[in-house]
């Protein structure tokens, strides 16, 4: 089994288009309820695949050699899963609520390499 993390991305023009769609707050916070209610399915479906459900994620803060920076990014959460393959990682998030109940615009998946040299 390999390790994979899940990056779920989403841009504030999405989001803030879709708070536009729901100017009621009752429909926000149904929507909200449905999301996590998916959300939670989602991971008792998958219980035995994920290694860290990871968590949202906040600001973002840059630091390269010119010092440190505030930026922007359409990173929003992550979570690591375990599977036999790329496109088996991959498959875990068709359908899955980021996107098909919150503004969320998709899930990038990307393998998890071992460091060259390092004790394995």
């Not at 769609?21 to 695949?49: F, I, P, Q, Y």
């Not at 992550?78 to 615009?105: D, M």
Request: glycine share 8%; aromatic share 6%.
């Amino acid at each position: 089994m390999k390790t994979y993390m899940a990056v779920y991305t989403g841009s504030a023009e999405a989001s803030e288009k879709a708070e536009r769609k729901l100017t009621d707050d009752a429909a926000r916070k149904a929507r909200d309820r449905a999301g996590m209610e998916a959300w939670g399915k989602w991971v008792d479906a998958n219980r035995d695949s994920i290694v860290d459900m990871g968590a949202p994620l906040g600001r973002t803060k840059r630091v390269g050699p010119e010092g440190i920076s505030d930026t922007r990014n359409e990173l929003a959460a992550y979570t690591v899963v375990r599977a036999e393959s790329h496109e088996a990682a991959a498959k875990l998030f068709v359908n899955h609520p980021h996107f098909t109940i919150f503004p969320g615009e998709a899930v990038e998946i990307m393998e998890c390499l071992p460091i060259p040299g390092a004790p394995a």
